[in-house]
């Protein structure tokens, strides 16, 4: 079964700084990844996809991931305030949408 | 852009009652609904996924008796929790699916159990 780590558990960066928030997982056909964002009293927002090795590059925001590690991280460059929220990789082996998400990191962003 | 909207946001329900909650896909069609619970310690589980005119998957742990889902058309889907106790409380989310890779979520419905 599918085992998806995330860390560190919580973060705190100043405001314009790196955050970066780091995911593994177990299976080795899995090939679909997500980062969502969740704000405090809201559903997740899926933030970004990565489906290849490599980096993904969205504005502020770095998707890398690396399958043959069972890896795959986030970077938030120029943190601001409103990055606050709880960050959660998603892991799916394809298929049916159905992904295993890891139990989330609490970014907090101080101004 | 692609909406889903969850009623109620929220719900009280007395120990051993059951509640509804509906799930709404706007902008687009939802091929299926995947529905989650949050704990209170924020941890994801899966209880089903729905996909229309195939046959509801429910994950281990969660059966059809418990979580009777609804998914009759492609922007539409309900989910009850029957006969609902304490260890049934969370924020309970629908995402539904678009093609294989997409999926947007509702704000969710939290459901406390007193």
């Given at each position: 079964q599918?085992k998806?780590q995330?860390s560190?558990e919580?973060l705190?960066v100043?405001?314009?700084?790196?955050?970066s928030?780091?995911?593994?997982?177990?299976?080795?056909?899995?090939?679909?990844?997500?980062?969502?964002?969740q704000?405090?009293?809201?559903g997740?927002?899926?933030?970004?996809?990565?489906?290849?090795?490599?980096?993904?590059?969205?504005?502020?925001?770095?998707?890398?991931?690396?399958?043959a590690?069972?890896?795959?991280?986030l970077?938030?460059?120029?943190?601001?305030?409103?990055?606050?929220?709880?960050?959660f990789?998603a892991?799916?082996?394809?298929?049916n949408?159905?992904?295993?998400?890891?139990?989330?990191?609490?970014?907090v962003?101080?101004? | 852009?692609?909406l889903v909207?969850?009623y109620?946001?929220?719900t009280?329900?007395?120990?051993?009652?059951?509640m509804?909650m509906?799930?709404?896909?706007?902008?687009?069609q939802?091929?299926?609904?995947?529905?989650y619970?949050?704990?209170?310690?924020?941890?994801?589980?899966?209880i089903a996924?729905?996909t229309?005119?195939?046959?509801?998957k429910?994950e281990?742990?969660?059966t059809?008796?418990?979580?009777?889902?609804?998914?009759?058309?492609?922007?539409?889907?309900?989910m009850t929790?029957?006969n609902a106790y304490?260890?049934?409380?969370?924020?309970?989310?629908?995402?539904?699916?678009?093609?294989?890779t997409e999926?947007?979520?509702?704000k969710?419905?939290?459901?406390?159990?007193v």
């Amino acid at each position: 079964q599918q085992k998806v780590q995330q860390s560190p558990e919580s973060l705190i960066v100043p405001e314009g700084g790196m955050a970066s928030l780091n995911c593994t997982f177990s299976d080795r056909n899995s090939q679909y990844f997500w980062w969502y964002r969740q704000h405090s009293g809201e559903g997740p927002k899926a933030l970004m996809s990565i489906f290849s090795n490599g980096d993904k590059k969205e504005g502020r925001f770095t998707a890398h991931l690396n399958k043959a590690s069972l890896y795959v991280s986030l970077h938030i460059k120029d943190s601001q305030p409103s990055d606050s929220a709880l960050y959660f990789c998603a892991v799916s082996t394809g298929g049916n949408y159905k992904p295993t998400f890891g139990k989330g990191t609490s970014l907090v962003v101080h101004p | 852009g692609a909406l889903v909207y969850q009623y109620p946001r929220r719900t009280i329900c007395k120990s051993g009652t059951s509640m509804r909650m509906e799930c709404q896909a706007v902008g687009f069609q939802a091929t299926s609904v995947a529905w989650y619970r949050q704990s209170p310690q924020k941890t994801f589980e899966l209880i089903a996924l729905s996909t229309v005119n195939s046959a509801i998957k429910y994950e281990q742990n969660f059966t059809q008796e418990k979580f009777p889902i609804s998914h009759p058309n492609l922007s539409f889907s309900s989910m009850t929790v029957l006969n609902a106790y304490l260890e049934d409380r969370g924020l309970y989310l629908c995402g539904a699916v678009q093609g294989n890779t997409e999926v947007f979520f509702g704000k969710g419905t939290r459901l406390t159990v007193v």
